[in-house]
């Protein structure tokens, strides 16, 4: 069923980058400070939920300057505080509460598709319902909402020193690594080295532009810079050309951006229609059936909790298909893989410790190691951090009654939950949730006619350069997305069909922004439902291009 059994592999091994050894450390701080102070007060209902917060947060908070993180850490605590709410007022009984799961489901799917801190939003609106549908807490609506958001907070507050402190670090340091994997494409011309320069301008789009109103400053010609050197790279290699540039000057541009030495230029585009391409993103055709898959598989979940369980912590089974069945990610069987093995080592590490001492200070470190070992381990290797987040969660629940924890009953929900997300999400779905590669081509070469009708796309800041980056982003994404979904369960192996295809997009862009030939856009109005037939389509877009 799947790809290959290397493809699986590569997937479940590390990945490339740093462990998030900073994370880590104000993860595991923020949770002393939350459950030290639960301890002190003596009141551990709020207390754990306080620390539920911090431990979201600290999966959703990411990396970025100060804006980012704001607005990730606040977009997650939003999105859990409309479940919670949901979650406590919908009346107690079986077909509400699964009514309500599925609702609150669908419309985060969809709401999940827009971007990075949406998805945050939309995976704690299902956890935050089913939270307080299980739970029923003892206390009024409002204050699980209340402990929740201080403790997002509390680890925000931790997270913000650095960036606010030098706050332009994190965006020069992003818009000069694209000038950096610019001169590598030229010194050492590879489809890896033009996908690293693809994920470096990604990352520096999100770093300058991603969470601010306006674009320009100096910042913004550094950037500007920098979009210039990766277009020149990418149309030389896809040309066979001689350079134009020195890739040693770019890299050393790279070096003084990164010292702050930033040049004064005009201001650039104003980032207008915000709202309308996010409600359009949500309302579209995959965000509508992205709602409709997890809302299915929430729902699911809650049913078979409802069934299985006593209320107390039953939320674990829709909390695992939340998690697995994350908007952003192609990979639900490699997820779910991960998930499984990762809570069945924290589940034994639990057993061991609890056998060992029942000491609420010590299982309160405990708890606070854990997520730290989550925050260190989830840039590098998700099942790693899996082990983390099982001993943070379980440990924390002992600190104030060790009998409640059951951490074979919590095994056992997250098999349920796997199992839910792979079978009612996959393998039953339409597709097996792998998207329409044909419709994917169609929207890549939308973007790509809009790119060439604009103004030629050859100028950055020009009428026609916001229609290049749409051009480009999209390029990069579908092969992204196309790479995630080679571990998925596909007999049509339509991710590796279609793979070449979106290489050879790539490097018909970059022609399309060296040319900006017009002609060419007559070309892409053709059909294609199959690899081949976008392929030649491609192909004699290209040599239009090329003469």
Do not use: N
């Not at 770093?207 to 149309?235: H, I, N």
């Not at 674990?316 to 893989?337: D, K, N, Q, S």
């Not at 790693?384 to 009654?401: K, N, P």
């Not at 081949?532 to 003469?547: C, E, I, P």
Request: net charge positive; glycine share 10%.
């Amino acid at each position: 069923m799947l790809r290959s059994p290397s493809a699986l592999r590569s997937a479940l091994a590390p990945l490339p980058g740093h462990w998030g050894v900073a994370p880590g450390l104000r993860a595991a701080i923020a949770a002393v400070l939350v459950l030290g102070g639960s301890l002190l007060v003596a009141d551990l209902s709020v207390g754990g939920i306080a620390y539920l917060g911090v431990a979201c947060a600290a999966a959703f908070i990411g990396t970025g300057d100060h804006r980012a993180r704001v607005v990730r850490v606040g977009a997650q605590t939003l999105g859990a505080a409309a479940g919670m709410v949901v979650g406590a007022l919908v009346l107690d009984s079986a077909p509400w509460v699964i009514a309500a799961a599925v609702v609150v489901g669908v419309v985060a799917g969809m709401v999940g598709c827009i971007g990075p801190a949406s998805t945050g939003a939309a995976v704690m609106a299902v956890i935050g319902v089913s939270y307080t549908q299980f739970g029923r807490l003892p206390m009024p609506w409002w204050e699980p909402v209340v402990a929740y958001a201080v403790g997002s907070a509390v680890l925000l507050g931790l997270s913000l020193v650095g960036p606010l402190r030098h706050r332009s670090r994190y965006r020069l340091d992003a818009v000069a690594a694209v000038l950096d994997a610019a001169a590598d494409l030229l010194d050492h011309p590879s489809d890896d080295a033009r996908h690293r320069l693809a994920l470096a301008s990604a990352a520096a789009r999100d770093a300058v532009a991603g969470y601010r109103g306006t674009v320009a400053g100096p910042l913004d010609a550094a950037w500007a810079e920098a979009r210039s050197a990766a277009a020149v790279a990418a149309q030389v290699v896809a040309a066979s050309a001689v350079a134009p540039a020195d890739p040693a000057a770019w890299r050393a541009r790279a070096a003084a951006i990164r010292a702050g030495d930033l040049r004064d230029a005009p201001a650039g585009p104003p980032r207008v229609g915000r709202a309308r391409a996010a409600l359009r993103t949500a309302t579209s055709r995959d965000a509508l059936w992205m709602g409709a898959r997890i809302g299915l598989c929430v729902g699911v979940a809650t049913a078979l909790a409802l069934a299985l369980h006593p209320p107390t912590h039953a939320y674990w089974i829709a909390l695992t298909v939340a998690v697995v069945l994350r908007p952003e990610y192609g990979a639900v069987l490699v997820r779910a893989v991960h998930r499984l093995v990762g809570t069945i080592v924290g589940v034994v590490l639990v057993v061991v410790l609890l056998e060992l001492t029942r000491s609420p200070v010590w299982l309160a470190v405990a708890a606070a190691a854990a997520l730290g070992l989550a925050g260190l381990a989830r840039p590098r290797l998700y099942g790693l951090a899996v082990v983390g987040i099982t001993g943070s969660a379980l440990f924390s629940i002992a600190v104030g009654d060790p009998a409640a924890v059951e951490p074979w009953a919590r095994l056992l929900d997250t098999v349920l939950g796997c199992a839910v997300a792979v079978v009612a999400g996959v393998l039953l779905w339409p597709r097996r949730g792998v998207p329409d590669q044909p419709r994917a081509f169609a929207r890549a070469a939308s973007a790509l006619d809009r790119m060439l009708c604009s103004s030629g796309g050859a100028a950055a800041d020009s009428s026609g350069g916001a229609a290049t980056d749409e051009a480009y982003r999209v390029a990069h994404a579908w092969r992204a997305q196309l790479e995630r979904d080679l571990a998925e369960p596909d007999p049509a192996h339509a991710a590796a069909a279609w793979l070449p295809v979106a290489l050879q997009l790539e490097t018909v862009v970059d022609l399309a922004a060296a040319t900006g030939d017009p002609a060419a856009a007559d070309l892409l109005h053709g059909s294609a439902t199959t690899p081949s037939d976008a392929s030649a389509l491609l192909t004699a877009v290209a040599a239009q291009l090329k003469s």
